[in-house]
């Protein structure tokens, strides 16, 4: 088994990576186990059972690294993944339930030791606590909380060389992998049955289907129309981009610019779509939905016919798509010298370059060859890629209010819910088509902070675009109420003044903040709900007591003790950061308990010195006062007496104890 080391100090790795030590995240979790390991481990040499278990966990471990998962622990011959923990793509269960799959490939290709291998895999996704300091490979006790407990259960009911997930991943992964019910399962611990499926493989790349009317697009719609009927009009090909986030109706928008012109002077215009699927099995894999001429998917006889029909038959392969490029190239020069064509890829910053490359070339060439062909693509407002020329880029904006609401009428009806509810998702949705879908289709009462699974994925995804400081500053403004302020921010996150206010207007310019009353700012509501659901309780307890203290401090007075306000010192380096000193074994909120105020005279003794005045403020239980000591001693401080007037004192320890994070004595100074 792996065995690893302890990560550096907490306080370094908090400070490189994240704004606070712990989050509650929506999580994929991963277990794997060999059927039998202990009737084949009996029948083994102790140095045969050694190299069986290094084959096994190292092609365990390197699939699970392919695919960006985690390894949290090992029990005995099972292994435990997080995939989504650190960050979010949006796709964090479909990448566990392909690393699953290809888990079974591998072990039943490989042979470890020369053994047929087969394990169970259970795939199961929900809300962990995460300690992101102890978020590694091998990071024992990282993550908390009961999916981790179903994922252990769903693996031990999975049949061998199967994978099995949970209702949530099944949803998460839903057209991207194929799959089939189970028998309902009892699990131990649970109070309901569970449903699960098995997952059989992976889906097929295609366009996805649409059943929603177009709403609010009509400019775009026409803008991308006008620029694909002049290029098939005056045989000059061009390129067409609707570039937007992700759910923002991009897809949607895609599927009637390819309808939107049907014919061009009485010639009909034939369509070629594909859609490039999140971690495609084959590099050119999407390529083959464009070279298929004939509704029976065969492929035109003449040159080339033979190479493509290879493609066609194991498009994953990308020997045989390399081989094939040019002859798919040709073929579809060849469709446009006969009839004005409209190539059409979904998602293409999801594409490996060798498809970008070929889209290129096909653009050029039809150019060259004075050809009636258009290219219409999909993409993110992030990518970057360089657009041949002539180009248009037709930006997918989010759709305003009145449209929002037309959507969300049609949506909710269909659904069967009251159409009412649409005046209060406005607001919630923001203009996104993909969000209004995730609220309309399903109640979110019973999803945590009331957000529909599709729509945390979505804006998880969003956040973990962020780098650590403008998400510092997200969640920071996210725990508090009404307007977020610089100081504010400022005061949380134990930052000098001025560090908030550049960051505040870098994430208004992404959208996800705007200016409100009084200077400050407001945080979309999907995205502070979201946000607020990352902060564990302890985490917002010391956010309030941060900004309590700093505002006592603006106030002109001490802050209260036990505050857990980090102090600074002579260097002005802060030397109790946020959340240190919580036991990650307990799952991060536990610290010790700090001694009362009535308690502090038993540290030690204290004399008089110059400096500034201890005070017990009149009508003040708890506070402390000078306590007069035996004769020849020095005072020492005790609770003040309520209505007792004040007594400045100035008093300092002889002394003092050495402190630990969090400011917890940990024994008296050398």
């Known amino acids: 088994m ?5 990560a550096g100090s907490r306080e370094a790795v908090v400070a490189a990576c994240r704004p606070v030590p712990e989050e509650r995240r929506t999580a994929t979790v991963l277990f794997v186990d060999i059927v039998g390991s202990t009737r084949l481990v009996e029948r083994l040499d102790p140095e045969d059972v050694r190299a069986l278990q290094r084959a096994y966990f190292g092609t365990v471990a390197s699939v699970l690294r392919r695919w960006r998962g985690v390894v949290e622990k090992y029990v005995g011959d099972a292994v435990m993944a997080l995939f989504g923990a650190s960050g979010s793509d949006g796709f964090d269960a479909y990448r566990a339930v392909r690393a699953g799959l290809d888990i079974q490939a591998a072990l039943q290709r490989r042979r470890p030791a020369g053994v047929r291998l087969r394990v169970r895999v259970g795939v199961a996704t929900g809300e962990v606590l995460l300690d992101l300091t102890g978020f590694r490979d091998g990071g024992h006790g990282a993550a908390s909380g009961a999916v981790i407990t179903t994922a252990a259960r769903l693996q031990e009911h999975a049949p061998p060389g199967g994978v099995v997930v949970c209702p949530v991943t099944r949803a998460a992964v839903a057209g991207l992998v194929e799959q089939r019910p189970l028998a309902t399962l009892a699990l131990a611990g649970k109070t309901l049955p569970l449903d699960v499926w098995r997952v059989t493989g992976v889906a097929g790349s295609g366009p996805a289907r649409h059943g929603v009317p177009l709403v609010g697009r009509g400019r775009e719609l026409a803008s991308a129309a006008d620029e694909v009927a002049r290029a098939l009009r005056e045989r000059r090909p061009r390129w067409i981009s ?3 986030p992700p759910g923002s109706g991009r897809s949607r928008l895609l599927h009637e610019v390819t309808r939107a012109v049907p014919h061009v002077d009485g010639v009909p215009v034939r369509r070629r779509v594909t859609a490039c699927p999140p971690y495609p099995c084959g ?3 999407p390529l083959a939905d464009l070279v298929r001429p004939r509704p029976d998917g065969t492929v035109a006889d003449g040159p080339g016919g033979g190479v493509l029909a290879a493609f066609l038959a194991a498009p994953d392969d990308d020997t045989v798509a390399a081989r094939a490029v040019g002859a798919c190239r040709e073929a579809l020069l060849g469709l446009a010298a006969g009839t004005p064509v409209v190539v059409a890829v979904d998602d293409l910053d999801r594409a490996a370059p ?3 490359r070929f889209l290129h070339q096909l653009h050029v060439a039809a150019g060259e060859r004075g050809l009636p062909l258009a290219v219409v693509t999909t993409c993110g407002s992030g990518s970057a890629d360089p657009l041949p020329t002539p180009a248009r880029r037709i930006p997918v904006e989010p759709l305003g209010p009145p449209d929002t609401g037309r959507l969300l009428r049609h949506l909710l009806d269909r659904a069967g819910r009251p159409a009412a509810l649409a005046a209060r998702l406005v607001g919630l949705v923001g203009g996104s088509p993909a969000l209004a879908a995730a ?3 399903a109640d979110p009462a019973g999803e945590p ?11 998880d995804a969003r956040l973990d675009r962020l780098d650590g400081t403008h998400r510092a500053v997200l969640l920071a403004g996210a725990a508090g109420s009404g307007p977020v302020v610089a100081a504010s921010v400022e005061a949380m996150l134990g930052w000098p003044a001025g560090r908030a206010g550049p960051a505040l207007r870098a994430l208004a310019s992404a959208g996800l903040l705007r200016p409100a009353a009084a200077g400050g700012w407001a945080i979309d509501v999907l995205v502070a709900r979201v946000a607020a659901l990352r902060l564990s309780r302890a985490v917002r307890a010391d956010f309030a007591r941060r900004l309590r203290a700093a505002k006592d401090t603006a106030a002109g007075r001490a802050p209260g003790a036990g505050t857990g306000v980090p102090s600074r010192d002579a260097g002005g380096r802060e030397v109790c950061p946020l959340g240190a000193g919580r036991s990650r074994r307990s799952g991060g909120g ?6 009362p105020p009535d308690r502090l005279d038993r540290r030690g003794p204290l004399r008089r010195v110059s400096g500034d005045p201890v005070l017990a403020p009149p009508g003040r239980a708890g506070a402390l006062r000078a306590v007069p000591g035996p004769a020849g001693q020095p005072a020492r401080a005790g609770p003040a007496t309520v209505g007792a007037p004040a007594q400045p004192v100035p008093l300092r320890r002889v002394g003092r104890r050495r402190t630990g994070p969090g400011g917890h004595a940990l024994g008296p100074a050398a």
Do not use: C, F, K
Not at 449 to 459: C, T
């Open 242 to 244: 609707l570039v937007g």
């Open 283 to 285: 590099e050119l894999a």
């Open 449 to 459: 902070g009331g957000v529909p699974a599709a729509a945390r994925r979505l804006v």
């Open 590 to 595: 536990a610290r010790p308990a700090p001694d």
């Open 2 to 6: 792996l065995i690893t080391t302890p």
């Open 354 to 356: 060798a498809l970008r």
């Open 439 to 441: 609220y309309a289709s």
